[in-house]
């Protein structure tokens, strides 16, 4: 139904910014929520953030609130998350994913569609 590839991670220092994007194949990517979560090594995967699939309503995790936006551009079938003022404890692979739904979720278990990770590490 949709493919997943994320890009645009890569090595930043404390304070600085990355826009990652995740681009979907597909022919009705409006139909899906998207969602952000990322991944520590050896810590669980954590949502970070999600998008309706009109762009009309996001949620996010308390610790990235101000300083990460996620959006999307359903024409150009991409999501994209905005990473402002990076701090060490961002770095991690983010991971873009997809829920065939009206709403949004913040559970990975329930989002059907995963990209394959871009490591984001953040310098101090």
């Known amino acids: 139904q949709v493919q997943l590839v994320e890009s645009g991670g890569g090595l930043v220092q404390t304070g600085g910014s990355l826009r990652l994007s995740c681009a979907a194949s597909?022919?009705?990517?409006?139909?899906?929520?998207m969602g952000w979560f990322r991944q520590a090594p050896g810590k669980e995967r954590e949502f970070v953030a999600t998008i309706t699939g009109s762009g009309g309503s996001t949620y996010y995790t308390d610790s990235v609130k101000g300083r990460f936006t996620i959006s999307r551009d359903n024409a150009k079938k991409a999501a994209y998350l905005q990473m402002n003022s990076l701090k060490p404890e961002d770095t991690a692979v983010y991971y873009c994913?997809?829920?065939?739904?009206?709403?949004?979720?913040?559970?990975?278990?329930?989002?059907?569609?995963w990209g394959q990770g871009t490591q984001v590490t953040v310098s101090s």
């Open positions: 994913a997809a829920k065939s739904s009206t709403g949004y979720y913040i559970r990975p278990y329930a989002y059907d569609y």
């Open positions: 597909g022919r009705t990517f409006s139909n899906y929520a």
